[in-house]
């Protein structure tokens, strides 16, 4: 079957960096997308891996290992409003969209 | 530019009933989709239409049915409302470059 991984929840500091880590099993791959997501809201674009390397974007960069069949999203100088659900989505040999169940980030000041 | 809308925000249906979730999108994008989102799970794709007069199955098609007349318009119907379908559905669609997706801003639905 199709599995994405992300832990469920994880807890960071203003001001400090945070990795969001994402592993998958899919039947193929072409691409890899990462979106945020608030409380109560849709989840936004963030960022789009097709090949690997690093892709950065501001404070966000995101990073991609086809062999491994991991990525990871990269917040620094985090900032409260930061504080969202990050969902990793894998697209397969079929271009359908697998997603992960998310990774809710809690910022603390 | 609205982006993609939904309607209704938000309703309560009976068990039994039926419901039409409307969704339009006003970025002339080819392909558009149906999700739901329930806690701790995953978004799980309906359905889904690659151009307009054309639509396919999702990973949880049963109980829901889709037609798309229109580049603009994806209305998701439920014919006969059970619990299980209590949900956030979001509508989407993608552009034809990274086929990014854009989501609508959500229906939240309560089956009684």
């Known amino acids: 079957g199709q599995n994405i991984d992300q832990p469920t929840e994880m807890t960071a500091t203003e001001g400090a960096i945070v990795q969001i880590n994402c592993t998958y099993q899919?039947?193929?791959?072409?691409?890899l997308f990462w979106y945020q997501q608030h409380a109560g809201e849709a989840p936004t674009f963030l960022s789009y891996?097709?090949l690997d390397g690093l892709e950065e974007k501001g404070r966000f960069s995101s990073f991609l290992s086809r062999s491994k069949g991991y990525s990871y999203l990269l917040l620094k100088e985090l900032q409260m409003k930061d504080s969202a659900s990050y969902l990793c989505?894998?697209?397969?040999?079929?271009?359908?969209?697998?997603w992960g169940a998310g990774t809710k980030l809690i910022i603390k000041p | 530019t609205a982006g993609i809308t939904q309607a209704p925000t938000s309703q309560i249906l009976a068990a039994g009933r039926s419901m039409t979730l409307r969704c339009t999108q006003d970025?002339?994008?080819?392909?558009m989709y149906w999700y739901r989102q329930d806690l701790g799970l995953g978004l799980r794709l309906i359905h889904y239409?690659?151009?307009?007069?054309?639509?396919g199955k999702g990973e949880v098609p049963d109980g829901y049915s889709v037609s798309r007349a229109n580049t603009d318009d994806f209305p998701l119907t439920l014919a006969s409302a059970v619990p299980s379908q209590t949900s956030v559905y979001f509508c989407?669609?993608?552009?034809?470059?990274?086929?990014?997706?854009?989501f609508g801003p959500g229906t939240r639905l309560t089956v009684l």
């Open positions: 989407a669609s993608s552009d034809g470059g990274t086929d990014t997706q854009y």
């Open positions: 970025m002339r994008h080819n392909a």
């Open positions: 239409s690659n151009t307009a007069g054309t639509t």
């Open positions: 899919t039947s193929g791959f072409n691409g």
């Open positions: 891996n097709v």
């Open positions: 989505a894998v697209r397969d040999q079929d271009y359908q969209l697998i």
